[in-house]
């Protein structure tokens, strides 16, 4: 598989709003959407920094998978993902080896982009998320 970059950081809160402002006034970047995800249960917000982007999480459901997440860890790290040339071959080789996937097939997350998540107790812990941005791609 080829790993291009970090594309994002997902990261839980509480309070999207104020997590918001402490990225905007405090560190002085600049929200450039804010997505409701249904599917995940969540409300995102992106920044850019370089070509990375940081992932803001909230919850909008205590039973989804953020909300469950902040619950027994609290808020932080939620995820770290990768983009990749071609998600469908990664994610082949990836359970080839022996690492168990939450999504077999990818699926389309925030942005449009076609995401899929390796599961942490193959992952060392980390929350693992494949990205690969097919509308970029002619
Ligand atoms: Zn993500």
Do not use: W
């Amino acid at each position: 598989m080829e790993l291009t970059h970090i594309e994002h950081i997902g990261i839980a809160v509480k309070d999207l709003r104020k997590a918001i402002d402490y990225y905007e006034k405090i560190l002085g970047l600049s929200c450039y959407a804010i997505e409701e995800v249904k599917s995940q249960k969540v409300r995102t917000a992106f920044f850019r920094i370089g070509q990375t982007k940081i992932e803001l999480l909230e919850s909008t459901d205590p039973e989804g998978p953020v909300g469950k997440f902040i619950e027994k860890k609290g808020e932080g790290i939620h995820h770290i993902a990768f983009a990749v040339r071609n998600i469908e071959q990664a994610l082949e080789e990836a359970a080839g080896k022996g690492v168990h996937l939450i999504d077999q097939q990818p699926r389309k997350g925030a942005e449009g982009l076609d995401i899929a998540f390796l599961h942490p107790r193959s992952t060392f812990g980390v929350l693992t998320e494949f990205c690969e941005n097919k509308t970029d791609k002619k």
